[in-house]
């Protein structure tokens, strides 16, 4: 039962470099959440989905974007890299988009020079 | 603009007394309460939820309190445990979830 699993586990990057990480659920939720955790500032929502197709901006989404191709995978771009986008990144999903607990992937830790 | 927030950044008790781990919020709006536990290099776990129209649920050795009035949420954990060592998150839904900055909470033997 792997339940949400993030690829790649760990990336460093140089700044101006491109790269996707990729959230893949196998629960059939159909919302589904990306994060960032930094020091001191809990776990910030960057992008959010609330069904296939469908993405929507969260707390910090400059930066970034995202796709929603198929109901089981989510997808956080960063086009551009910059130092201050170094941070764990987490994946989410929900059955429902409110009142339920979420579902973690393991977190991809991005490094960028 | 926090909407969550955790002003304890860490809280060290003693096995089998009680952990109380302390959050507030300012949106009114928010109508559900999480706590996640996360361990190093995992990612966060459900622990215990409440929703705005109790002011307490329990689960075994976790109890949850929402004071709406205060806009505060406690998590207390009785008797602690060296294996609840961990951070704990916690979080207010509405539309979307959001997170206080955590505490992490250490258990001596």
């Known amino acids: 039962n792997a339940g949400v699993t993030q690829t790649p586990k760990f990336r460093v990057l140089k700044t101006g470099q491109s790269m996707t990480l990729l959230c893949a659920q196998d629960?059939?939720?159909?919302?589904m959440y990306w994060y960032r955790q930094d020091p001191g500032m809990g776990l910030r929502l960057i992008h959010y989905?609330?069904?296939?197709?469908?993405?929507a901006k969260g707390e910090v989404p400059d930066g970034y974007n995202v796709s929603r191709l198929k109901k089981q995978n989510f997808l956080l771009g960063l086009e551009s890299a910059a130092p201050s986008q170094t941070s764990v990144y987490f994946c989410?999903?929900?059955?429902?988009?409110?009142?339920?607990?979420?579902?973690f992937g393991q977190g991809t830790r991005l490094t960028v020079v | 603009d926090q909407q969550v927030k955790q002003n304890s950044p860490s809280l060290s008790v003693q096995e089998g007394r009680i952990s109380i781990l302390n959050c507030d919020y300012t949106?009114?709006?928010?109508?559900?309460f999480l706590w996640y536990k996360k361990y190093p290099a995992e990612g966060p776990t459900f622990l215990i939820s409440?929703?705005?129209?109790?002011d307490k649920n329990e689960d075994g050795r976790f109890t949850v309190f929402l004071n709406k009035s205060a806009k505060h949420l406690s998590l207390h954990i009785v008797p602690s445990q060296p294996g609840d060592s961990a951070v704990y998150f916690c979080?207010?839904?509405?539309?979307?979830?959001?997170f206080g900055a955590g505490t992490r909470l250490t258990v001596k033997p």
């Open positions: 629960m059939n939720h159909e919302y």
């Open positions: 409440i929703s705005s129209i109790k």
């Open positions: 949106n009114s709006m928010f109508d559900y």
């Open positions: 979080a207010a839904s509405r539309a979307d979830m959001r």
């Open positions: 989410a999903s929900t059955y429902r988009i409110m009142n339920t607990e979420a579902f």
């Open positions: 989905s609330v069904g296939e197709g469908t993405t």
